[in-house]
């Protein structure tokens, strides 16, 4: 055509049909670059060579050369090759980038054009496709539309809102035109007042959780032996030593005080001049250590005594928002107090720290009589009839500990017992562990086996089940019921005669328990399933905090520990069994 008979949208500059017969020189000159590289390369190649081939589902197979051809018509296939195994009928001719010999070295990357480098630097800056909201528009309104290069008015017939259209929701018709040009048009070819570009969400980071270079410098160790299924663990104990042999030459320290009903927890870490790189790895430790005393011990409100950026960074982090929100959501519950919110105080001085303080609570070393025992897991009832030291019955029944209805705990509970107290001549004293927080008077403060029960009904009808228990079973009985650690606590000071023993209970959980030298409690809540364990950044989170913290104890000792590694160790378990899918993460652990 004579660029007379163009339109003026058509005609290109002397700049631009330069450029088109510059870019059809260099395309003309790769491709017989191309097709010299391929004769080159195959000439490397020899009949009866070993070597391996794609097939055609995409994987690479061992081959033999047959044949090498230099002929115009090969020049895209040159190779011919025969699939060790396989009959002739496999045969095929391939292109150099389908084999993979020693002596095929792979090809230099082409020298792309200046243009093109430059697109390719564009693209790889470029943020991912934007998303557009046209919820604005409506039927009826106006808008400019492209076609041909040009924006024209046109009019919306309709907003799709199926995926389909995702792409191009909006159809449209043009100014004075009929139907047959109607489009279906996307924001790449709008404009609109009415058509916005979505806001990413971003997802809220809680304050204090981000483990900062310093803090993975000073608190990330690996064991000198490795995990193999899970080599990023790095135990918490092991940055916890490598951070105090760092800071103990430091002159400050961040002070603590855990105050609760019956005692208190008191705590000294020597920590990093403040304001430094380094304090930020003391205001992490802090963090994860104040926590670990928490799930011990329990607290209704945290004070701190130290550098002023540091205490600040605490206070954040130990707040509704912060990286320990769930445990300030949880320790009011937890203490018996739901309506007093937890609480940070900053002072100016440790001696304005209440003293630390604990209530030993003696336990009785015998099992004579007739006796009830249960221990109530978070995937089974457990009970046992005891005569005199002997045991007669023991059982475990399974339930859901996520029923919202206290009524089906109670009646589940009632049920595993009363078969257990058949054994029995008559009940003379019941004994009874379960997770979370046992009061003194054998109330459920907190236990976390009734996840799912809101807390006014939690508070009229669980609070006292274990005493109305024990009364419906045996009437006036002396009963006691502690956490399920320190029923193991316990029965190692029973069976080795000495105390200062930490005792494990591992189950579909992981509880905790202490018993001091004279072989009796501290009066501690020992919910040591929720303390870190595992420092690594992307350690597994765990359904009871609900994704809150990672690296927490009880996805290591217990069952998820191994059911969690499975199919890393070898176990053939179907899809829905392969940690992490969804069913692997609920609270439920069949």
């Known amino acids: 055509l004579k660029p007379t008979s163009l339109s003026s949208s058509q005609r290109r500059s002397a700049k631009e049909r330069r450029q088109l017969r510059s870019d059809a020189t260099y395309l003309f000159e790769q491709s017989q670059l191309r097709v010299l590289y391929c004769y080159t390369m195959a000439e490397n190649l020899s009949i009866g060579m070993k070597l391996h081939a794609q097939y055609t589902d995409g994987e690479f197979y061992p081959a033999e050369v047959v044949a090498v051809s230099k002929a115009a018509k090969r020049k895209s296939a040159p190779v011919k090759v025969h699939f060790a195994g396989y009959g002739d009928d496999s045969d095929a001719w391939l292109p150099l980038g ?4 020693k002596v095929l070295p792979k090809p230099k990357a082409e020298k792309a054009q200046p243009k093109a480098k430059a697109k390719a ?10 998303e557009y909201d046209y ?22 017939l309709a907003v799709a809102k199926a995926k389909a259209k995702k792409s191009t929701p909006v159809k449209v018709r043009f100014i004075g035109y009929d139907k047959q040009y109607d489009e279906w048009l996307g924001a790449d070819r709008l404009r609109s007042k009415h058509i916005v570009v979505k806001k990413e969400e971003e997802e809220e980071v809680p304050v204090g959780s981000i483990m900062s270079p310093a803090a993975k410098k000073l608190l990330l160790v690996k064991p000198k032996i490795k995990a193999p299924l899970d080599p990023g663990f790095s135990p918490f104990i092991l940055g916890k030593k490598k951070y105090l042999e760092a800071a103990k030459d430091c002159e400050d320290f961040l002070e603590w005080a855990l105050p609760r009903a019956d005692g208190c ?45 540091i205490c600040k960074a ?47 609570q003696v336990c009785g070393k015998e099992a004579n009589g007739c006796r009830l025992a249960f221990d109530l897991g978070k995937s089974d009832i457990k009970t046992v009839a005891v005569k005199d030291g002997e045991v007669l019955y023991s059982k475990e029944t399974e339930w859901d500990v996520t029923n919202p209805d206290p009524q089906y705990h109670y009646d589940a509970i009632m049920a595993a017992l009363k078969i257990a107290k058949e054994k029995l001549p008559k009940v003379e004293a019941i004994g009874g562990s379960a997770t979370g927080t046992i009061s003194g008077d054998n109330e459920a403060t907190w236990c976390d086996i009734f996840p799912n029960v809101p807390p006014d009904v939690y508070k009229a009808k669980v609070v006292d089940i274990f005493k109305r228990m024990a009364n419906d079973l045996a009437g006036e009985v002396p009963l006691k019921v502690i956490n399920d650690g320190e029923v193991t606590a316990l029965a190692a000071v029973q069976k080795i005669g000495h105390g200062n023993v930490m005792g494990i209970s591992m189950g579909s959980s992981e509880g905790g328990g202490y018993a001091n030298k ?73």
């Open 135 to 156: 919820s604005a528009l409506e039927k009826g309104m106006h808008l400019q539309a492209e076609s041909e290069g040009k924006y024209w008015s046109a009019e919306v």
């Open 265 to 309: 927890a008191r705590y000294k870490l020597p920590v990093f001049k403040d304001g430094s790189r380094d304090a930020r790895a003391s205001s992490y430790l802090a963090g994860v250590l104040i926590q670990e005393m928490m799930w011990q011990r329990s607290a209704s409100k945290l004070m701190l005594c130290g550098p002023p950026r």
């Open 314 to 360: 605490i206070k954040a982090a130990f707040s509704v928002g912060g990286a320990y929100e769930f445990e300030v959501k949880s320790m009011p519950n937890v203490c018996g107090t739901p309506e007093t919110p937890f609480e940070v105080e900053i002072v100016e001085s440790a001696s304005a720290l209440p003293e630390e303080k604990d209530t030993p």
């Open 518 to 590: 004279d072989g009796n409690l501290l009066g501690w809540i020992n919910e040591l399933c929720y303390i870190r364990l595992d420092l690594n950044p992307k350690a597994p989170t765990d359904p009871w905090t609900k994704g809150s913290h990672r690296g927490v104890s009880h996805m290591y000792l217990g069952q998820r520990g191994a059911t969690k590694l499975a199919a890393k160790g070898g176990v053939d378990v179907p899809a829905e069994y392969k940690y992490p899918h969804p069913d692997m993460c609920t609270i439920k652990h069949e």
């Open 98 to 101: 389908k084999l993979k010999s």
């Open 121 to 130: 630097k564009a693209k790889a800056k470029a943020e991912k496709p934007k």
